[in-house]
């Protein structure tokens, strides 16, 4: 993830004004935050492998960043206060694709215009340079002995400007612009250490992390970092990875949505809503999840000369891009893992027991097998005499594992890390969901025709809504006419499994679609699906066998989101051992 | 009530009457059974309202009376009891002793009031039945009812009383098996139509021996099965019946026989990737080939062939196998006969060349196939 940033050019020089001119202007400098930005990211650009970040009254009094990085030379160190003085790029071309931060030479510059400034920079320990300025004048440069590495401490920052100097916040709110700002930066750079003290006291330590999720655990506590989903993703030349929200956790706690590109952090709404795509029919309506997306590209696919702040960037194929962030985030959300965690959802940790949620009631009933009276007409042969054998053959696919039916609604198994619960319906939905939403794109659905045709007599808007559907209807497998005096006459049915009841699935699907009419084309299939998806599915309630459970959970593997209803709820919760052994006192 | 039975007497009637005891109730007097002393023996009952059962064993009765004991309790004590004689006595209104050499027991149960009283049958007009007939129209035809709650007509078996015959048919819409044969036994039949719940159907197919003449009455919504020892009463489904007659295809004019067991196997082939939600796969009938084929999205697709007699038109056309095989399983002959019409009409399955006397049909609607 992380780039060189270290500049290959070396030295100073100032730009070339052309150059200078194809640079997007811009005022780099608005309140303490973007000061720090510049200033932290001057320090990465010179290959620091720990900043520390000193700020006071907000930053409006004191801002200090101190690297560890290249430090420059005293010549350097005075022409870098000049505008367009840069080591990071020389010519025009040098910006497809550049991997540094800065590339203007316009943040030193701007922000000694507006405040004192002093640098102390030194190349390598011992022989540094000790640069001033005041309101953009070059006060003196003298030697002064420091380690290898920079200093720089920006004071009183409008106090030649009063104008903009009323315009900031008081300072906790100018902290919290800083604070956002260096967690961005500390997303991007996990490879870095990272100090921040405000008036003193330590606000952040961040050691060097070996991952995002270690990142996100020392930002934000351990539990926080639990509650998301590994995203890796390759799809062309696009590499998508990262962390994203499990569904059953999303809206519980605060939001955070990080999205960098090859490196560098950056705002854009059309991945996010690419990402948040994904999560369709995972998640209810009106709630989004945190992300945190990392992606890679080639560098000629992007272009970041478009802000002067650089959090915006401009993409030559968005489209592509977007399916290939929403691709990724599915895949993520197709596992068990994104399954919610029981008992992890009670962030933040600040607040009360972070697992104090109720148990959950296990209590195991009879198992299915020897419930009262076959489920399947065909399960049982009343009569094997001579007839041949025709038990479906076993599955010879990955092992299932045994199953055990609760309270005739999940379905319980033993995982590696722990208990998985199933919700049956759900998980029923899920899988028939994805069968309609195939056949409805194929047109292939299986009918079964009938020997004694159904008639129903609906309500006019239910005859409404059969005649909207009626195309849509007849690819799931409902052949069906209008028979005059709001009757239908259905002649084939789908059969989807064999306890499908398919009249009082086509009856209440109607029921519920009345007063649809409108809706667009897409939507309507996915509605149309839900809906029968959802009333021709097994309920709770219903005792399933030995075999219909492992058909279930065969089915359930293979479809795209396992762990999410249509509505957006969980299908699948887990149990951690972790939480058991806590839950037991055995930790 | 005071009574002696042997061990094994007990344990015959209580494994008659377990089945019908309902594993969960609301009404805690249906998990007990009913133990009745008279002069003759003693009878034992069981009933989840909709079936009961009821059966007679000797015992040396001393002191007439009834009471109800837990169906599964008693059970499970008869069944590790010594083999010595059982004797039973009540000691009040809600419980027995049980002793059998050293063994002492004593069982909580509750007055015989609280059982529900069993529906009025009148066998003084029965009509006669073999029983083994029966036990061969069930076990060809049960299979087929359907499970859907919205079609409760089509969850009975209908029976059909003529003077010559009779003949069950099931169906649930997709498929349907239908079996005749001659009434030979003793009595005089009446015309009627009776549709009865599988379950009632299964416990007559277990009850009786095979050459025991059943006597059937019916009283107003109840059938009442009955030989010399045991009795079994069921609930009837409220008719009309469907009238099935009407979608037997008349005019199936392709007909292909084929060897039951190799039609089965290549059945089974195709399943293993057919769907495992609907189980569609093709036949292609063309003069004397059979061909199988069958296409799964994200699955993968096969193909077989078979060599049968056809006459007819070539044919494509759908089917879900595990009917087809469901219905292999019982055609009663090696070789089967297929007929059809067009793919969307319903094929007919019969066993071919069968010697017995009766008649077995079978149909199959098809599965829409998309090209
Ligand atoms: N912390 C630092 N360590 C080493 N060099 C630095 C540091 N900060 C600034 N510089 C030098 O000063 C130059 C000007 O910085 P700046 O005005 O931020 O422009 P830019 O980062 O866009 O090049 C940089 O190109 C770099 O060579
Ligand atoms: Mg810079």
């Not at chain 1, 993830?1 to 100032?14: H, T």
């Not at chain 1, 000369?305 to 993520?332: C, G, I, M, Q």
């Not at chain 2, 023996?41 to 002191?63: H, M």
């Not at chain 2, 029983?131 to 049960?142: P, Y």
Request: hydrophobic letters at 40%; proline letters at 7%; a negative charge.
């Amino acid at each position: 993830m992380s780039s060189s940033l270290v500049s290959p050019l070396g030295r100073i020089a100032v730009l070339p004004s052309a150059v200078a001119d194809q640079i997007a202007a811009g005022e780099v400098v608005e309140r303490p935050a973007s000061v720090v930005k510049e200033l932290v990211e001057n320090a990465l650009d010179a290959g620091a492998t720990s900043v520390e970040v000193d700020v006071e009254d907000g930053g409006k009094r004191l801002i200090r960043v101190s690297d560890d990085g290249t430090g420059m030379q005293r010549d350097d160190a005075i022409l870098a206060l000049a505008r367009h003085a840069t080591s990071k790029i020389r010519v025009a071309s040098d910006l497809v694709g550049v991997a540094s931060f800065g590339f203007r030479g316009e943040a030193l510059p701007a922000i000694s215009s507006v405040s004192m400034l002093r640098i102390d920079t030194a190349p390598a320990d011992g022989e540094g340079t000790r640069i001033r300025s005041a309101a953009g004048e070059l006060l003196g440069a003298e030697p002064a002995a420091r380690r290898r590495g920079t200093t720089v401490e920006v004071s009183q920052l409008f106090y030649n400007a009063p104008a903009r100097q009323r315009f900031l916040r008081g300072a906790r709110s100018e902290w919290r612009a800083i604070a956002d700002t260096l967690t961005t930066i500390a997303l991007v750079r996990r490879d870095v250490r990272i100090v921040a003290r405000q008036d003193g006291k330590a606000m952040f330590t961040l050691p060097p992390a070996r991952d995002l999720r270690d990142r996100i655990a020392a930002l934000w506590g351990g539990p926080y970092a639990e509650r998301f989903l590994a995203v890796d993703d390759v799809s062309g030349p696009t590499h998508t990875c990262g962390l994203v929200e499990r569904p059953a956790d999303v809206g519980l706690a605060s939001r955070r949505v990080h999205i960098a590109v090859n490196g560098r952090a950056i705002r854009d709404t059309g991945l996010v809503r690419a990402a948040e795509a994904a999560y369709r029919s995972t998640i209810p309506a009106g709630v989004r999840p945190a992300l945190f997306l990392e992606i890679v590209m080639p560098a000629n696919g992007i272009d970041v000369n478009v802000h002067p702040a650089k959090t915006e960037v401009r993409f030559h194929d968005r489209w592509v891009l977007e399916r290939a962030v929403e691709a990724a985030v599915r895949r993520a959300l197709g596992t068990f893992d994104s399954g919610a965690m029981f008992g992890r959802t009670a962030w933040p940790a600040a607040a009360a027991p972070v697992y104090g949620s109720p148990p959950v009631d296990v209590e195991a009933m009879r198992p299915a097998f020897d419930a009262d009276g076959p489920l399947f007409v065909d399960e049982e042969p009343m009569e094997t005499g001579a007839a041949p054998d025709s038990r479906e053959p076993a599955a010879v696919d990955e092992p299932v594992p045994p199953l055990l039916q609760l309270r005739r609604t999940w379905m319980m198994f033993e995982a590696g890390d722990g208990v998985v619960l199933i919700d049956q319906h759900s998980a029923h939905e899920r899988i028939l969901y994805e069968q309609f939403m195939g056949a409805l794109a194929r047109g292939d659905a299986p009918s079964q025709r009938l020997l004694f045709p159904l008639t129903l007599h609906l309500t006019p808007e239910e005859e409404e809504a059969f005649e909207s559907n009626s195309d849509l209807l007849q690819k799931l497998g409902f052949e069906a006419e209008a028979f005059g005096g709001h009757s239908i006459l259905v002649h084939a049915v789908p059969a989807p499994h064999p306890r499908f009841d398919a009249e009082r699935c086509l009856r209440e699907t109607l029921a519920s679609l009345t007063g649809d009419r409108f809706a667009a084309v897409h939507a309507r299939h996915e509605r149309l699906a839900a809906t029968v998806a959802c009333k021709a599915a097994v309920k709770a309630g219903d005792a399933l066998s030995a075999g219909e459970m492992r058909a279930l959970f065969v089915a359930l593997r293979d479809t795209t989101l396992p762990a999410h209803d249509v509505h957006g709820r969980s299908t699948i919760v887990q149990l951690g051992w972790d939480e058991l052994e806590r839950r037991f006192g055995r930790r | 009530m005071r009574f002696t039975i042997s061990r094994e007497k007990l344990q015959e009637g209580l494994t008659a009457v377990a089945a019908s005891i309902p594993t969960k109730t609301t009404l805690p007097v249906l998990s007990n059974i009913l133990v009745e002393a008279t002069e003759k023996g003693i009878r034992l009952s069981g009933t989840d309202l909709d079936i009961a059962v009821s059966t007679e064993v000797a015992a040396d009765v001393e002191q007439v009376g009834a009471i109800t004991i837990p169906a599964k309790k008693l059970s499970e004590i008869a069944r590790e009891l010594p083999p010595s004689p059982v004797k039973i006595a009540s000691s009040g209104e809600q419980r027995i002793t049980l002793d059998c050499g050293r063994s002492h027991f004593k069982i909580n149960g509750l007055p015989k009031d609280e059982f529900p009283s069993f529906p009025s049958v009148k066998f003084a007009d029965s009509w006669r039945v073999k029983s083994g007939e029966l036990q061969k129209l069930i076990s060809h035809t049960s299979f087929a009812v359907s499970t859907e709650e919205s079609r409760p007509i089509l969850n009975g078996v209908l029976w059909e009383l003529r003077p010559e015959f009779m003949r069950m048919v099931a169906t649930n819409g997709h498929r349907l098996a239908k079996m005749e044969v001659p009434v030979s036994s003793s009595g005089a039949p009446q015309t009627s139509d009776l549709i009865v719940p599988p379950k009632a159907l299964e416990q007559i197919r277990r009850l009786f021996p095979a050459d025991e003449e059943l006597e059937i009455a019916r009283g107003e919504n109840h059938l009442g099965f009955r030989s010399p020892f045991t009795a079994v009463y069921t609930r009837l489904i409220e008719g009309p019946y469907p009238n099935y007659d009407q979608v037997i295809p008349k005019d199936n004019d392709r007909v292909a026989i084929c060897d039951k067991i190799a039609l089965a196997s290549a059945l089974k082939r195709m399943s293993v990737i057919a769907s495992d939600q609907t189980h569609r796969i093709r036949l292609s009938f063309n003069s004397a080939i059979l061909r199988f084929s069958v296409q799964t999205p994200d699955l993968g697709e096969a193909t077989d062939e078979l060599p049968v007699k056809y006459t007819g038109d070539p044919l494509d056309i759908g089917f879900n196998a595990a009917y087809l095989l469901e219905i292999l399983r019982y055609i009663p002959t090696d070789e089967v006969r297929l007929t059809f019409k067009a793919p969307e009409r319903a094929a007919t399955l019969e066993p071919e060349g069968w010697s017995e006397p009766g008649k077995y049909l079978c149909l199959v609607m098809p599965l829409r196939l998309v090209d």
